[in-house]
């Protein structure tokens, strides 16, 4: 069964620790992308990846890292340095950057306590 | 790079009647302009895109038209029912900044009473 898969769903912290998110896909994609959704603010992309080893910061990507080791992964790295880091994060992919439909994960909601 | 500004924020309409939803965009070089619907707790998922050679393009009870003098577009929900209500998003391509990522829109919430 293809598609993109995020774990995990929900997770807590406490303030001050680095929490690591998990996106697989098994579409064969070449790009990645991490967007962040908060109420009324839609989707900011936080860093995009064209392909293996390497990545791009997006709009908002200051205290978050990544890394692209695998093609088929793309783990967000949400650091103490991230002011506000309670939100929703949605991981997705495409064919290639710049090309088509993205294909969305089902997500991870953070809450830092 | 691209700015994308959404209208309405919300959006309350009787089951049957048509929903429409306007955008707008800066970067006069964008040429892909997706539509995405999110119901409560889900994923968001590509409903209708339009290219810019085009100006208007429908699927069943949904039509997406693009103005690119204007720099405008707009998806139009005909006959909606309640299983229409969920928050779309629009997008457009940026050149610029993000070099052909899509920019969003903040979203529209979509209530549909029956």
């Known amino acids: 069964d293809g598609g993109i898969t995020q774990s995990p769903k929900y997770l807590f912290r406490k303030e001050g620790q680095n929490v690591t998110l998990s996106c697989e896909q098994n579409?064969?994609?070449?790009?990645m992308y991490w967007y962040r959704q908060d109420p009324g603010q839609g989707l900011r992309l936080i860093y995009y990846s064209q392909i293996v080893n390497d990545f791009q910061k997006g709009d908002i990507a200051e205290g978050y890292s990544v890394s692209r080791e695998k093609k088929e992964s793309f783990p967000l790295t949400v650091t103490s340095a991230q002011k506000n880091p309670t939100a929703f994060y949605l991981c997705?992919?495409?064919?290639?950057?710049?090309?088509?439909?993205?294909?969305f994960g089902e997500g991870s909601r953070l809450t830092v306590l | 790079g691209e700015n994308v500004e959404q209208h309405p924020s919300t959006l309350s309409v009787q089951e049957g009647d048509s929903a429409v939803i306007k955008c707008t965009y800066s970067?006069?070089?964008?040429?892909?302009f997706p539509w995405y619907k999110q119901e409560l707790g889900k994923r968001p998922q590509l409903i209708i895109d339009?290219?810019?050679?085009?100006g208007e393009k429908k699927d069943q009870r949904i039509a997406v038209t693009l103005n690119k003098t204007a720099k405008h577009f707009s998806l139009h929900i005909t006959e909606t029912q309640p299983e229409d209500s969920a928050v779309y998003f629009c997008a457009a391509e940026d050149y610029g900044g993000s070099q052909g990522n899509l920019i969003f829109g903040k979203g529209t919430k979509l209530s549909v009473k029956p």
């Open positions: 579409l064969n994609h070449d790009a």
């Open positions: 997705a992919s495409s064919p290639r950057r710049g090309i088509g439909e993205l294909f």
């Open positions: 970067d006069s070089a964008s040429n892909y």
């Open positions: 339009i290219r810019s050679n085009v």
